[in-house]
């Protein structure tokens, strides 16, 4: 389990460099600097929370439905 705790914060890293990257491209790096030392303390961000509870959401249901068929 370790190694997929470790797997996610690194995607979780790149996808923030990644971030950082298209906005210094649109807006600069001043702005890009600005964005990333925001975003420096983690956390999800609201496409990635939304993501995560529409998984959850179908897991659910999908939980439900076995459960009826059974």
């Known amino acids: 389990m370790g190694v997929l705790t470790e797997a996610r914060a ?17 807006e600069g790096w001043a702005v890009a600097d600005a964005y990333l030392e925001i975003t420096a303390g983690g956390g999800d961000d609201e496409a990635l929370k939304k993501a995560k509870k529409i998984v959850e959401e179908k897991k ?6 076995s459960r009826s068929v059974n």
């Open 10 to 26: 690194v995607d979780t890293s790149t996808r923030r460099r990644i971030s950082g990257l298209q906005v210094a491209e649109a």
């Open 60 to 65: 659910a249901k999908n939980r439900v439905s």
